[in-house]
């Protein structure tokens, strides 16, 4: 899916190297139809990774930077859904000091928003969504 939407023009997918190696990776929609700020003109930043050999080298950061940098071409704000289990703690820490913080909506659950009460997996498809103003 990734591929065909950048052949379609409707995502940016940039990868890391490190020493010659693939390193990481991030996508950038500019203007996403998915999530807490769907269709508002708000880019998303998705699938956004460092392979585990590589990080604590300043990896995710930059491409963080970049992918910013990409967005604010097209909003003020850009915004991302991180999951809450275990395996996102050090995204979601790496995303609170880079000023993004809760959209105020909960929860969402495989692309919906998560009612209360409301039984679900903790899951990749449980996740917050977060945004920042970039300027």
């Known amino acids: 899916m990734r591929l065909q939407h950048q052949a379609q023009g409707k995502l940016f997918a940039l990868i890391a190297e490190y020493k010659g190696n693939v390193a990481g990776y991030i996508n950038i929609y500019p203007n996403s139809e998915g999530g807490a700020f769907a269709n508002q003109g708000y880019p998303e930043i998705v699938d956004f990774g460092v392979l585990v050999n590589y990080r ?59 009612p209360q009460y409301t039984d679900c997996c903790n899951d990749d498809d449980l996740v917050l969504y977060l945004s920042k103003r970039l300027r």
């Open 56 to 114: 604590r080298n300043g990896i995710g950061n930059k491409l963080m930077d970049i992918a910013e940098d990409i967005a604010s071409r097209y909003s003020d704000t850009v915004y991302l859904g991180v999951g809450v289990h275990n395996v996102y703690g050090s995204a979601q820490r790496m995303y609170v000091k880079r000023r993004y913080i809760p959209d105020g909506t909960g929860v969402w659950y495989r692309g919906s928003l998560c």
